[in-house]
């Protein structure tokens, strides 16, 4: 070999052990870097797609909020405050009025405090078509009762019934 190849292949031979110890040192220690990084960034990016899917959950909800919040209102105006069923006598008496019937309450039971309704007693008076409709009314409507007793008597024109209620309470 001459001397310039000789030279040619020290050069050569230079070059390629600073091209492996540049992969070796630099190249190598990048790449698991690189790949460190693109681990972490795919679990960022799991991450951000599950909170996204939970806050896309909390606006659904907010916006149904309002919704959850009628129903709630109307269930629970169903049930019959024990201490004050002020508005539901009123609203029996309305619907007798309304159906030409005479009503008296007799009896207004109250239970222990841990009871989760109370009975009721009122006598109606007036045509059994009519009666017959308030019952109908009254088991139709949105309190949370249920006739427990209910007797006819017929007296000349007139029929008067006697009507017990199991009326839910508010706890």
Do not use: H, W
């Not at 190598?28 to 996204?52: C, F, G, H, M, W």
């Amino acid at each position: 070999m001459k001397k310039g190849e000789k030279k040619y292949y020290f050069y050569f031979l230079i070059c390629l052990l600073a091209d492996i110890a540049l992969i070796l040192f630099l190249v190598l220690p990048l790449k698991e870097k690189i790949e460190a990084n693109s681990r972490v960034i795919s679990y960022q990016k799991a991450i951000l797609a599950t909170q996204d899917l939970q806050l896309a959950k909390i606006r659904e909800f907010r916006e149904e909020e309002n919704v959850f919040q009628k129903i709630e209102k109307e269930i629970l105006s169903g049930f019959v405050d024990p201490d004050s069923p002020i508005d539901f006598l009123n609203y029996l008496e309305e619907t007798a009025k309304g159906l030409d019937l005479s009503i008296t309450i007799f009896r207004l039971e109250k239970k222990p405090k841990d009871s989760e309704s109370f009975n009721l007693g009122f006598k109606l008076e007036g045509s059994f078509e009519n009666i017959i409709k308030f019952i109908k009314l009254i088991e139709n409507s949105n309190f949370f009762l249920e006739v427990s007793n209910l007797n006819f008597e017929k007296k000349e024109s007139t029929t008067t019934a006697t009507v017990i209620l199991k009326v839910l309470s508010k706890q």
